[in-house]
């Protein structure tokens, strides 16, 4: 019999052959297999989780806190989501029905888009933005429309440039600010006139404020369904990642209007269960008791970020200046190279990681992402090292 050899990828989904791998982990991948690499990349906390957050989960294992929970969470956990949303945002949520706890902001994401979208509704995506809202539509069965923000505009998003995009189809808008991998802030006057906009075409927003804590200058973070009239059609995403140093904890949640959170558990209740207990225990301790650890953490940020912007402000390259999150996205065109030329030279000569901007969308040409969530150390040696590239390196 004539042996013949099967196209395993003509048997995978065609919704999975059509997302691409992760642009950011292309070059950390080769940078694994190097001596002596400063990673600007990773959007990674370099703090450990704050002391009393992993005595409250060691306490829980000695008490032998280790069952499922219910699908939606620990309801002392969703009392003080909803506790916080009313004392910080003013903005009322009932921990009952409203709000889900789900593992890591990405899982809820994912469960609202396939909770909303039939195959074919369109989703408005501002770029450059996180890597993973273009994949999560597609596997959802949706169709991505990336919006380019303006450099010019310190890439806030506005209804002008949504407004050539809207289709019949049209039945998301999915924006993320403080914005992964910019640095970019909404006023609150840019995100009422956002709020216009998704009234006046009826759209769902899923609003992902996973760096909503870390904000610089006095700005202060403006929760989008805190807004009049949006409360109902917002899906707030947030989790404790980043604000209090959890990436491995894999903890989020999702607040949202009662029918939609419901239809999201569904999903949840069928393919995670629930999110760990003991991630869930550490949570309510970082609410309860985290804010002088998030607060001390955020300062040091801050100080970071000072540093990385002079440092490519100095060494000539155009930069705009991040009011939130811990990412700066400098524009290295006037080097000659393209982002992933650039990206790829840098790590080969200096030894430097970091993520071309093409990772974040189309619009992210010519711009690359550094991620300010290292030490003082570190992010100095990386910028001789960048400067020295670019002195010895221009095309």
Same mark, same amino acid.
């Given at each position: 019999m004539k042996e013949t050899r099967t196209d395993w990828h003509d048997r995978l989904s065609a919704r999975v052959n059509a997302v691409a791998p992760s642009g950011i982990r292309k070059f950390f991948d080769i940078a694994a297999q190097m001596d002596d690499v400063i990673s600007l990349g990773?959007?990674?906390?370099?703090?450990? *989780?704050?002391?009393?957050?992993?005595?409250?989960?060691?306490?829980?294992?000695?008490?032998?806190?280790?069952?499922?929970?219910?699908?939606?969470?620990?309801?002392?956990?969703?009392q003080e989501i909803a506790a916080m949303y009313a004392t910080r945002y003013h903005v009322d949520y009932t921990p009952d029905t409203d709000i889900l706890v789900t593992v890591g902001v990405s899982e809820a994401m994912d469960l609202a888009l396939r909770a909303i979208l039939e195959p074919g509704d369109e989703v408005l995506i501002p770029e450059p933005c996180y890597v993973s809202y273009a994949a999560c539509t597609t596997l959802a069965g949706g169709v991505a429309v990336p919006v380019p923000a303006k450099r010019e505009n310190e890439f806030r998003i506005t209804p002008e440039e949504l407004e050539g995009h809207v289709t019949d189809r049209t039945k998301v808008l999915l924006i993320g600010y403080p914005n992964n991998p910019t640095g970019a802030i909404m006023t609150r006057a840019d995100l009422e006139k956002i709020a216009d906009f998704a009234e006046k075409y009826d759209l769902i927003v899923i609003s992902d404020e996973i760096y909503g804590a870390l904000t610089y200058g006095g700005e202060e973070h403006v929760c989008f369904a805190? #807004?009049?009239?949006?409360?109902?059609? *917002?899906?707030?995403?947030?989790?404790?990642?980043?604000?209090?140093?959890? *990436?491995?904890?894999?903890?989020?949640?999702?607040?949202?209007?009662?029918?939609? #959170?419901?239809?999201?558990?569904?999903?949840?209740?069928?393919?995670?269960?629930?999110?760990?207990?003991?991630?869930?225990?550490?949570?309510?301790?970082?609410?309860?008791?985290?804010?002088?650890?998030?607060?001390?953490?955020?300062?040091?940020?801050?100080?970071?970020?000072?540093?990385?912007?002079?440092?490519?402000?100095?060494?000539?390259?155009?930069?705009?200046?991040?009011?939130?999150?811990?990412?700066?996205?400098?524009?290295?065109?006037?080097?000659?190279?393209?982002?992933?030329?650039?990206?790829?030279?840098?790590?080969?000569?200096?030894?430097?990681?970091?993520?071309?901007?093409?990772?974040?969308?189309?619009?992210?040409?010519?711009?690359?992402?550094?991620?300010?969530?290292?030490?003082?150390?570190?992010?100095?040696?990386?910028?001789?090292?960048?400067?020295?590239?670019?002195?010895?390196?221009?095309?």
């Amino acid at each position: 019999m004539k042996e013949t050899r099967t196209d395993w990828h003509d048997r995978l989904s065609a919704r999975v052959n059509a997302v691409a791998p992760s642009g950011i982990r292309k070059f950390f991948d080769i940078a694994a297999q190097m001596d002596d690499v400063i990673s600007l990349g990773v959007g990674e906390p370099d703090f450990v *989780t704050p002391w009393p957050i992993r005595e409250a989960c060691v306490y829980g294992l000695e008490q032998g806190y280790t069952s499922y929970t219910a699908n939606r969470g620990l309801m002392e956990l969703r009392q003080e989501i909803a506790a916080m949303y009313a004392t910080r945002y003013h903005v009322d949520y009932t921990p009952d029905t409203d709000i889900l706890v789900t593992v890591g902001v990405s899982e809820a994401m994912d469960l609202a888009l396939r909770a909303i979208l039939e195959p074919g509704d369109e989703v408005l995506i501002p770029e450059p933005c996180y890597v993973s809202y273009a994949a999560c539509t597609t596997l959802a069965g949706g169709v991505a429309v990336p919006v380019p923000a303006k450099r010019e505009n310190e890439f806030r998003i506005t209804p002008e440039e949504l407004e050539g995009h809207v289709t019949d189809r049209t039945k998301v808008l999915l924006i993320g600010y403080p914005n992964n991998p910019t640095g970019a802030i909404m006023t609150r006057a840019d995100l009422e006139k956002i709020a216009d906009f998704a009234e006046k075409y009826d759209l769902i927003v899923i609003s992902d404020e996973i760096y909503g804590a870390l904000t610089y200058g006095g700005e202060e973070h403006v929760c989008f369904a805190a #807004l009049p009239r949006m409360q109902e059609r *917002t899906i707030l995403l947030n989790g404790f990642s980043k604000a209090y140093a959890m *990436t491995g904890w894999r903890i989020g949640y999702a607040l949202g209007n009662p029918t939609i #959170l419901a239809a999201m558990t569904k999903i949840h209740q069928y393919t995670m269960l629930c999110a760990p207990i003991t991630a869930q225990m550490g949570a309510m301790e970082a609410l309860r008791h985290g804010e002088k650890a998030r607060k001390k953490m955020l300062s040091e940020y801050d100080r970071r970020r000072r540093l990385i912007y002079d440092g490519f402000t100095k060494m000539g390259l155009d930069c705009f200046e991040p009011k939130g999150a811990f990412y700066i996205f400098p524009d290295i065109t006037s080097t000659g190279y393209t982002s992933d030329e650039f990206a790829e030279a840098l790590l080969q000569a200096e030894h430097v990681a970091l993520v071309p901007g093409t990772a974040f969308g189309a619009c992210g040409e010519g711009h690359v992402r550094c991620s300010y969530a290292t030490s003082i150390d570190q992010i100095s040696e990386a910028l001789a090292r960048i400067e020295n590239f670019i002195k010895n390196h221009k095309k």
